[in-house]
């Protein structure tokens, strides 16, 4: 793993991963290799860009060769509502998009998404998140799109 800060606003970073596992009910393991890398940027104390690119290739027998290719764009911004009763945290609003495209000797597809949320505190650990994701993939089987709606209540520790 490999974590530079270039700056107060720039900061780089880097992971590569090789492993082997077996899937449950299967005798057979695979082999396993990714790499990530990324920056993050950000122009202010509230607000955070972080750009993602990551590959990643399983080798089985049994299963066949799959590679994934993804790039991830996330941003948050954190901010203070005037005359809120709320707790003294700030709110979060979040957004991310992604695309990846996976190519395997079973089936290839590529994935799109991207999502919202907002965050309150209700006390400084309690939280409440609405946020609403979509999801579109297509492959060989066909195209899926999907819609998420989330109401989260959740506790931050």
């Known amino acids: 793993s490999y974590r530079n800060p ?3 606003e720039v900061l780089l970073f880097a992971d590569l991963e090789a492993g082997r596992g077996r899937h449950q009910g299967e005798s057979e393991s695979f082999s396993t290799y ?3 890398a990324g920056m993050v940027y950000r122009p202010t104390r509230e607000t955070r860009l972080r750009m993602t690119g ?3 290739a399983d080798n089985s027998l049994t299963r066949g060769d799959t590679s994934i290719n993804e790039f991830r764009l996330d ?3 954190d901010f203070a509502v005037a005359g809120s009763s709320l707790a003294s945290r700030q709110w979060v609003a979040r957004g991310f998009a992604s695309i990846s495209e996976a190519e ?3 089936d290839n597809y590529n994935d799109q998404s991207a999502g919202l949320s907002l965050r309150s505190f209700l006390r400084d650990d309690i939280f409440i ?3 609403h994701s979509w999801f579109d993939t297509e492959s060989s089987f066909g195209r899926t799109t999907e819609r998420v709606v989330t109401l989260e209540l959740g506790v931050e520790f």
């Open 129 to 131: 998140e609405a946020g």
């Open 54 to 56: 990551s590959t990643r």
């Open 34 to 36: 990714g790499f990530m």
């Open 104 to 106: 395997g000797d079973l």
């Open 6 to 8: 270039i700056s107060a």
């Open 75 to 77: 941003l948050r911004h």
